[in-house]
């Protein structure tokens, strides 16, 4: 599992670290890290160009050192002070006396076959000051490595609200930062390399599972498993006009753990034409016999306005998607107020944006201003709703009501795709019945939607339910890496 910490955290980690080794070794090992990995990004290091981006304080002296360490092996290294009366006047030094030099020429930045990011670190805010400004348009010829945060991405959130000079790799010091693995800022930071610093932070408010963590939490059937004990989905969605979704949605479900599917609505014929495994009835949730969770909303259009209120009675988790959050938002948080078993949303941007809007009164937000702050936007509406919220888009966020985040590292551009999500909202309610909480379900299903979408596209278009019947191949490849096969 990749754990964030915020820079409050890392600050306190980092002053009791420091209290018990000599001054300057902090510092040291940073910059040995930083400079082993730039050495391994080099065809070689002997003799070739290498330059320090250094601002003012601590971010500059990491990338001062590391330059100092690469020009006794004995790199070209230059050095841009953005702040030349604020540069770390020990990393300055200890550059000099390796053979490294001073310049002014922003050129240098286009011969590099090696460019070091030490402008701002995680201590900076905003985007980046007219000085540093000409270094994100700039081209490269080399890999730019940025020093624990791409400059000019926020290392809290993600939000990059200017300027911001792009990373091939990004080295994270001790821990990762939230702001690298949620977008806007995560598509800035390139590949994340990991530098053990001996830190010791507290639990992390931000995660990304991965392989191993999710094979963790698959619903696998035991010897005395049947399908009742394996759970039952209750799937509400649909209409005369949009049956394409009950279809999508119970495709999701089939293949999300639970051992059995009811579908309650009025495109029953289709569902049970093409999947005639599913139970069907026409009618109401509350004849669909018992379940275990339900899911409610994908195309049920009108109609939902008479379905949601009888899932959410139903005191079961619920999954709410697409028609029936457009309800949601109607009815604002008071729909959810009696509720005591789990409730997961899974908006998109403009989905959350209505949300918000009926949790405050006012007029909803721009969809592009909450795409900007994912995290952010995720928590607000998990406060105001008291539901576990899956953020969807670029990054999916998933937050729960007391604040934990988990952010799926898997997705792809090809999951933009008509019935995309009905697949993920049946996906994660059949968790859900398979006993996963919220959180749980809700991260699991992101992280295997996303690999079923790249494995359905390989590159290539994709449907939506060519996602559904790509699920089991990302079901062995999740329990096969994490068993080591």
């Not at 040995?32 to 290091?45: D, E, H, M, N, S």
């Not at 841009?80 to 050129?107: C, F, N, W």
């Not at 495994?277 to 026409?282: F, G, I, M, P, R």
Request: glycine residues 14%; hydrophobic residues 50%.
């Amino acid at each position: 599992m990749r754990r964030a910490h915020t820079v409050e955290q890392v600050r306190a980690a980092e002053a009791d670290l420091m209290a018990r080794l000599p001054e300057g070794a902090l510092m040291q090992r940073a910059a040995a890290g930083l400079a082993a990995t730039c050495a391994r990004l080099l065809p070689r290091v002997y003799g070739s160009r290498v330059l320090v981006l250094a601002g003012s304080g601590d971010n500059g002296g990491d990338a001062l050192y590391a330059g100092a360490r690469l020009a006794r092996r004995g790199a070209r290294v230059a050095a841009v002070l953005l702040a030349p009366e604020k540069a770390h006047a020990g990393g300055l030094a200890a550059l000099r006396a390796a053979g490294g030099r001073v310049t002014a020429d922003q050129g240098e930045f286009e011969r590099a076959d090696l460019v070091l990011d030490g402008i701002v670190g995680i201590g900076g805010r905003g985007g980046l000051r007219p000085e540093a400004q000409p270094y994100a348009a700039l081209p490269r010829r080399g890999r730019v490595v940025a020093v624990d945060v791409p400059s000019g991405v926020d290392p809290d959130t993600g939000e990059v609200p200017g300027a911001a000079l792009r990373a091939d790799v990004t080295v994270c010091f001790g821990t990762y930062k939230p702001g690298l693995l949620i977008d806007p800022g995560a598509s800035y930071a390139g590949v994340l390399q990991l530098v053990g610093i001996g830190l010791e932070p507290p639990p992390a408010p931000v995660a990304a599972l991965q392989h191993a963590d999710v094979a963790a939490l698959l619903p696998v059937p035991g010897a005395e498993s049947d399908k009742y004990r394996r759970g039952v989905v209750g799937v509400a969605a649909g209409s005369a006009r949009y049956p394409g979704a009950a279809v999508l949605a119970v495709a999701g479900a089939l293949r999300g753990g639970a051992g059995a599917v009811r579908y309650a609505g009025t495109a029953a014929d289709e569902v049970v034409r093409r999947f005639p495994e599913a139970l069907v009835t026409a009618g109401g949730p509350a004849e669909a016999g018992r379940v275990q969770a339900w899911v409610v909303g994908p195309g049920s259009g009108e109609g939902v306005r008479e379905l949601l209120p009888q899932v959410l009675a139903a005191q079961v988790p619920v999954l709410v998607d697409a028609d029936g959050l457009t309800e949601l938002a109607r009815l604002g948080p008071a729909a959810l107020a009696a509720r005591t078993a789990p409730t997961l949303l899974t908006p998109h941007t403009g989905e959350a944006a209505r949300l918000l809007a009926g949790a405050d009164g006012g007029a909803p937000p721009a969809a592009d201003d909450l795409a900007g702050a994912r995290l952010a936007t995720a928590r607000r509406l998990a406060a105001a709703y008291r539901a576990t919220v899956l953020l969807k888009g670029s990054t999916t966020v998933v937050a729960d009501l007391d604040g934990a985040v988990r952010v799926n590292p898997t997705g792809t551009s090809w999951l933009a795709t008509a019935g995309s999500g009905d697949v993920l909202s049946g996906l994660a309610g059949s968790l859900l019945a398979a006993g996963l909480g919220p959180l749980d379900a809700g991260s699991v299903a992101a992280h295997l939607h996303g690999l079923a979408g790249r494995t359905a596209a390989a590159g290539a278009p994709a449907a939506a339910l060519d996602i559904a019947e790509a699920l089991p191949e990302a079901w062995r490849t999740v329990r096969s890496a994490a068993a080591g096969r």
